[in-house]
T-cell receptor, first 111, second 115 residues
Framework: QKEVEQNSGPLSVPEGAIASLNCTYS??????FFWYRQYSGKSPELIMF????GDKEDGRFTAQLNKASQYVSLLIRDSQPSDSATYLC???????????FGDGTTLTVKP | NAGVTQTPKFQVLKTGQSMTLQCAQD?????MYWYRQDPGMGLRLIYY???????DKGEVPNGYNVSRLNKREFSLRLESAAPSQTSVYFC??????????????FGQGTRLTVV
């Protein structure tokens, strides 16, 4: 089992819809969770981080964390074509500095 | 404020050659990381430095060495390049390495081809 699993893509949604990206992880001691957006040929860009159970909202983005279920998700409301990118789930585990990334989910928002 | 700066941006090496990838951050972060990203995959941790003076192996350290030169700089060295090391390399830094404040910021990447 991979340490971080993301829902397989690609994911396609129409403009204005809600995009839902999911991630499960195996290390129960993981403390911090991140969503990065990566455009083709570019470096990852941090868009959300969450440390506590529950929801965290920032503009059109909502991150949800459920440590009991070892699950973290990202919702993008009112999706725009500019949201088309690969989204990477990442976590920092129990060992200081040991970070793990998922393989990413590619999102396409169609006008 | 430049953030994380990597050099070079592109490099072509012949099998067996050596090179060093440079990384510097100006955010006063304690922790720094080197990742590689192969086509269609996520990032895999090569080495990291939780704080100045410490380095540790990540998921894929074989064939690489690192030096945390000071708080700002973290270099990655390929002693004898192999075609399997063809990849995009990213350097990142974060305020801390555990708990909260671990959000990492990335450099622009180095595209390395080994022929």
């Amino acid at each position: 089992q991979k340490e971080v699993e993301q829902n397989s893509g690609p994911l396609s949604v129409p403009e204005g819809a809600i995009a839902s990206l999911n991630c499960t992880y195996s290390d129960r001691g993981s403390q911090s969770f991140f969503w990065y957006r990566q455009y083709s040929g570019k470096s990852p860009e941090l868009i959300m981080f969450i440390y506590s159970n529950g929801d965290k909202e920032d503009g059109r983005f909502t991150a949800q964390l459920n440590k009991a279920s070892q699950y973290v998700s990202l919702l993008i409301r009112d999706s725009q074509p500019s949201d088309s990118a690969t989204y990477l789930c990442a976590l920092w585990g129990t060992n200081a500095g040991k970070s793990t990334f998922g393989d990413g989910t590619t999102l396409t928002v169609k006008p | 404020n430049a953030g994380v700066t990597q050099t070079p941006k592109f490099q072509v090496l012949k099998t067996g050659q050596s090179m060093t990838l440079q990384c510097a951050q100006d955010m006063n972060h304690n922790s720094m990381y080197w990742y590689r990203q192969d086509p269609g995959m996520g990032l895999r941790l090569i080495y990291y430095s939780a704080s100045e003076g410490t380095t540790d192996k990540g998921e894929v350290p074989n064939g690489y060495n690192v030096s945390r030169l000071n708080k700002r700089e973290f270099s990655l060295r390929l002693e004898s390049a192999a075609p399997s090391q063809t990849s995009v390399y990213f350097c990142a830094s974060s305020p801390t390495s555990t708990g909260v404040n671990t959000e990492a910021f990335f450099g622009q990447g180095t595209r390395l081809t080994v022929v």
